[in-house]
């Protein structure tokens, strides 16, 4: 059964960057469209950049600015979330999760948080 394990969190300075990777365990990610989720404190998880099975960028709430660049490796079952010039209202826990999201696939997620 898949599992997915988020990973590359930690505490940056605000204009700071991180790497995030969800990997995956039990299956393979190749034929799924897989995405990155976040949930900041007080509010409502929501979806920041989604890729389809083939690598194609399908959605990003942050494309206009470029901060955020999605991307996965399909011989490593690996999915990672580049983020540039991080911001204080970037501070959250992000998950992965296919598309459309599992209940199943929800994990720890991993904290990122932006401060000076």
């Known amino acids: 059964q898949l599992q997915l394990v988020e990973s590359g969190g930690g505490l940056v300075r605000p204009g700071g960057s991180l790497r995030l990777a969800c990997g995956a365990s039990g299956s393979t990610l190749d034929y799924l469209d897989i995405g990155w989720f976040r949930q900041a404190p007080g509010k409502e998880r929501e979806g920041v950049s989604c890729?389809?099975?083939?690598?194609?960028?399908?959605v990003s709430v942050d494309s206009g600015n470029g901060r955020f660049t999605i991307s996965r490796d399909n011989a490593k079952d690996t999915m990672y979330l580049r983020m540039n010039n991080l911001k204080p209202e970037d501070t959250a826990i992000y998950y992965c999760?296919?598309?459309?999201?599992?209940?199943?696939?929800w994990g720890q997620g991993t904290q990122v948080t932006v401060s000076s």
């Open positions: 890729i389809d099975s083939r690598g194609s960028t399908m």
């Open positions: 999760n296919s598309v459309p999201r599992s209940a199943a696939l």
